[in-house]
């Protein structure tokens, strides 16, 4: 450990207030800059990566790998990310992590490091199998059990801290209104603002019991939006009562359950700030609101600086530091770190941020460190690893939990359950998106095999996300020969080609089932199929369920934690929020 950390430690081997104040006193100006970025970095390894990899360090850091970048920049953060080769594996990613942790506490004055990552399950995930891969928020918000959140969180929490991974930027708080959303949609627990509440503090409590920070996020509410905050600057147009009614109920309940971190959004909210500038950067949001007015005084973080959505009005030199003048404490992944973090020494030196700004951000930081224990034990056990991610009890947690969440949305002439001995063979048709991270994948593999091993002989036949005429036709030829039909479908609109392989199937005669794999609003466009599910996550827990529900070895439970409004009138609800059928002489899941 190195010197600074050390003379942090009391006698009970905890940071307290007094030693970090004391750990504060003696960092220089620059220790203290970095404290406040988290910053990606390519490579499987701290000191040894793939030369691809430290070719990406040169060219966009100018760091050649994780030991480089704490060098130069002292950064307090890493954020891990799939397509970086930060998580090929549980062992590579312990082993980087303490890599990490060695390299900066080998420094002079060396500080633990806090790894993070985007682990939020369903679409978003950076740690995949052999990892534990659970459902993901709309699906748990289907399930509606606050136990569940909260064991989802427990167990996610204890495999990351097993890797290393001390912050997780999960749960999303935003509650979903928008059926047109497409950054946040599925990743949010639903669209009624006392239930995602009751959720997400649930979930923050999973996670933090496990000594991992959760972080909620995107404040001030990232729900009603038609735009994606990576490409473009959304505007939520809510009046000051209205948010207060519905975005803000779920960030109020996770400060009420003490969350570590809550995340801005690059957003505008013209009620809470009429300047024109996103929310990360706001004065008035960051500071007036969440500070001042819900009273949160933990650890705020922005979302990703090169986000289109935070650069739009400004420079990247400008954006850090206008954040820091807003209230934010943690700069995430900036575009170029040597801009953003001379912008911010400059802003310093030059008198437009004090020190004493900088002081009180970077202690929120040394704060959290000591709370997770990272004084203490900066370094996970790599010879641990198995015994506590990816363990068969996790796994069948993660199949119990989404066995809860599968939505029967219909089933016209009760179509389900289906059985292997009156429809044993069976056609899995549909798109097959890219898979989240560490899932096996494709989905119409993955269902097909779940289910056979079920009983079924099934064929699988991807169609993809726009099936030509060509793919159609073979989908309905293969069509002859089973009994019936399994189709996924993904983000369905009124003129897809995937409707157009749907009613075709449908025409058929034989019994279609559709499996709308990511947003239950495909619902709306399917008028004429018999029997609907809705999954949330076309990822492999949630599949094998749906298996299990089609077969009738699970009861469908799941509820719509969004209503489904109709495709031809989008103010007319085709379906409520809450609503669920179930199987009449079911077995007992």
């Known amino acids: 450990m190195g010197a600074a950390a050390s003379l942090a430690v009391t006698g009970t081997a905890r940071a307290d207030e007094r030693g970090l104040r004391s750990l504060l006193g003696r960092m220089t100006l620059p220790e203290k800059v970095g404290q406040l970025f988290v910053m990606r970095v390519y490579g499987h390894s701290a000191t040894a990566p793939d030369q691809a990899d430290i070719d990406a360090n040169l060219s966009e850091i100018g760091v050649r790998d994780a030991a480089e970048l704490i060098a130069e920049y002292h950064v307090g953060g890493i954020i891990y990310f799939t397509w970086a080769h930060n998580t090929r594996d549980p062992h590579q990613i312990a082993a980087l992590s303490n890599g990490i942790q060695r390299a900066s506490l080998s420094r002079p004055r060396g500080l633990p490091v806090l790894i993070s990552t985007d682990q939020e399950h369903g679409a978003v995930a950076r740690v995949g199998a052999p990892a534990t891969m659970l459902p993901g928020a709309m699906a748990v918000g289907a399930g509606g059990s606050r136990a569940d959140a909260r064991t989802l969180g427990r167990v996610s929490g204890r495999e990351l801290r097993a890797l290393g991974i001390r912050q997780d930027y999960a749960p999303v708080a935003d509650v979903n209104v928008n059926p047109a959303n497409p950054v946040i949609g599925v990743r949010s627990f639903g669209s009624d603002p006392d239930a995602v509440a009751a959720l997400v503090a649930a979930e923050v409590a999973g996670y933090q019991r496990s000594a991992v920070a959760a972080t909620a ?291 058929t005669g034989k019994p279609v089932v559709a499996v709308a794999i990511r947003n239950p609003y495909d619902l709306a466009h399917l008028p004429g199929v018999p029997a609907v599910l809705a999954t949330y996550s076309w990822t492999d827990v949630e599949l094998r369920a749906a298996a299990r529900v089609i077969a009738g070895l699970a009861r469908p439970r799941g509820r719509l934690p969004v209503p489904v409004p109709a495709a031809d009138d989008p103010t007319r609800v085709l379906r409520p929020l809450g609503y669920g059928l179930s199987y009449r002489n079911g077995p007992t899941a």
Not at 368 to 392: C, H, I, N
Not at 444 to 451: D, G, K, P, R, Y
Not at 494 to 503: F, G, I, P, Y
Request: glycine fraction near 8%; hydrophobic fraction near 40%; charged fraction near 20%.
């Open 217 to 507: 996020k995107h404040f001030p509410g990232h729900g009603d939006t038609a735009v994606d905050s990576h490409f473009g600057f959304p505007v939520i147009t809510h009046s000051r009562a209205l948010w207060s009614t519905l975005d803000a109920v779920p960030f109020r309940a996770a400060i009420r359950a003490g969350v570590d971190s809550i995340m801005t959004g690059h957003l505008m909210v013209p009620a809470l700030d009429g300047s024109g500038d996103p929310a990360t950067l706001s004065h008035p949001i960051v500071t007036g609101v969440l500070r001042g007015e819900l009273g949160y005084d933990g650890l705020v973080v922005t979302d990703s600086l090169g986000m289109e959505g935070v650069r739009t009005k400004y420079g990247d030199d400008r954006v850090p530091v206008l954040a820091l003048k807003a209230g934010v404490d943690q700069l995430l992944n900036p575009p170029s770190l040597e801009i953003a973090w001379n912008a911010v020494l400059k802003a310093v030196e030059d008198g437009e941020l004090t020190e004493a700004r900088i002081d009180a951000s970077v202690l929120r930081v040394l704060r959290l460190k000591s709370r997770l224990g990272l004084f203490d034990e900066p370094y996970v056990a790599e010879d641990e690893v198995d015994l506590f991610v990816g363990t068969r009890a996790h796994r069948a947690t993660a199949d119990r939990i989404a066995e809860r969440t599968t939505t029967l949305l219909a089933n016209e002439g009760g179509v389900l359950p289906l059985s292997p001995r009156t429809h044993r063979r069976l056609l899995v048709a549909g798109p097959d998106p890219a898979s989240p991270s560490g899932t096996t994948g494709p989905p119409t593999s993955v269902l097909a095999a779940a289910l056979t091993r079920l009983g079924f002989t099934a064929t699988a036949r991807p169609t993809g996300t726009t099936p030509s005429a060509a793919d159609i036709a073979a989908a309905v030829a293969a069509a002859r020969d089973v009994d019936a039909i399994v189709v996924g479908t993904y983000n369905l609109t009124a003129d897809s080609t995937q409707k157009t392989l749907v009613e075709r199937l449908t025409a």
